[in-house]
């Protein structure tokens, strides 16, 4: 059974840092599609930064410059870390897995910028 476990949400000030964690377990990070969703209140969910199983990134133009995701294959692991953070940032913050056909989400973390 595939499980996505994500971590690191809390409150922090606009122009924090912060950094999210997505331990995986169940397929290899490195045989997957991982991405990185958020969804604020009354928006739809938006994909934010992807690695392919080949190491390539992309990431939504409204967080190019300021998220990297990355991952550590020794712990199955995901990261997104997250700079100069705004208060358009606050979302809930999911993690999902691709391999093949199939895909898996996490239960979400709460990220919230405020002063």
């Known amino acids: 059974q595939v499980q996505l476990v994500e971590s690191g949400g809390g409150l922090v000030q606009p122009g924090g840092s912060r950094r999210l964690s997505c331990v995986v377990s169940g397929v290899f990070v490195s045989s997957s599609a991982i991405n990185w969703y958020r969804q604020a209140p009354g928006k739809q969910r938006e994909l934010v930064a992807s690695i392919t199983r080949s190491g390539d990134t992309n990431y939504a133009d409204s967080v190019k410059g300021r998220f990297t995701i990355s991952r550590d294959n020794a712990k199955n692991t995901v990261y997104l870390q997250m700079n100069s953070l705004k208060p358009e940032d606050t979302a809930v913050y999911y993690c999902?897995?691709?391999?093949?056909?199939?895909?898996?989400w996490g239960q979400g973390t709460q990220v919230t910028v405020s002063s």
């Open positions: 999902n897995a691709q391999w093949g056909t199939f895909d898996a």
